[in-house]
């Protein structure tokens, strides 16, 4: 079972980036899907969320109105498109199953989600 992500790179302020996780090994189509980040020196945050079906989604504050998380099942990959890009977006985007399936509710707490992926980095310049 792995995670893919990739999509990353080095981009100016203002711009945009539409990283991808991709599943394999198994289907994620029951479960939630997370993004999260951690830049250097710094503790992982939340970043976004998305239920089993793609109809609610959550993001942590500091990216909401320029990021947009979601899914195809069908292809069991989950996309982040990155709008407004700041500086302080740099980090390494990890990727993340939730580990209950069918969950009514969306979890923002790293420990709740498993199958993490190797990570991508988005490096943005001022």
């Known amino acids: 079972v792995q995670l893919q992500a990739s999509g990353g790179g080095l981009v100016q302020a203002g711009g945009s980036l539409r990283l991808s996780c991709a599943a394999s090994g198994r289907s994620f189509s029951g479960y939630a899907m997370g993004w999260f980040r951690q830049a250097p020196g710094k503790e992982r945050e939340f970043v976004a969320a998305?239920?089993?079906?793609?109809?609610?989604?959550s993001y942590a504050d500091s990216v909401k109105g320029r990021f947009t998380i979601s899914r195809d099942n069908t292809k069991n990959t989950v996309y982040l498109q990155m709008n407004s890009l700041k500086p302080e977006d740099t980090a390494v985007y990890y990727c993340?199953?939730?580990?209950?399936?069918?969950?009514?509710?969306?979890?923002?707490?790293?420990?709740?989600?498993?199958?993490w992926g190797q990570g991508t980095q988005v490096t943005v310049s001022s």
């Open positions: 998305i239920n089993w079906i793609g109809s609610i989604m």
């Open positions: 993340a199953a939730d580990t209950v399936k069918y969950s009514s509710t969306l979890v923002r707490s790293g420990p709740r989600y498993a199958y």
